[in-house]
């Protein structure tokens, strides 16, 4: 969760609003994808340290097969 506070001498303008609501919508979806970006890195790691752990017991179990 993101908190932003503005302060204005002036009382903002329908341009400022607009121009603030298309700023956070820009910040929020940029939020989203970093964050989307880093479950992507966690399971890609997740993933590798699988592939790592398969194909040391293929490797077993090949030498296994091999000494019957």
Same mark, same amino acid.
Request: glycine letters at 2%; hydrophobic letters at 40%.
């Given at each position: 969760?993101v &908190?932003?506070?503005?302060a $204005?001498l002036d009382e903002f303008t329908?341009n400022?609003?607009? !121009? *603030?609501h298309l *700023?956070? #919508?820009i910040?929020?979806?940029?939020i #989203?994808?970093?964050? #989307?970006h880093? /479950?992507?890195?966690?399971?890609l790691?997740?993933?590798?340290? !699988?592939?790592?752990k &398969?194909?040391t017991q $293929?490797e077993?179990l090949? *030498? /296994?097969?091999?000494? &019957?």
């Open positions: 969760m &908190l932003i506070e503005l $204005s329908p400022h609003k607009e !121009f *603030l *700023l956070l #919508n910040m929020g979806i940029t #989203n994808r970093i964050a #989307n880093m /479950q992507v890195e966690k399971l790691k997740e993933s590798q340290i !699988f592939t790592e &398969l194909q $293929s077993e090949q *030498l /296994q097969q091999e000494e &019957l």
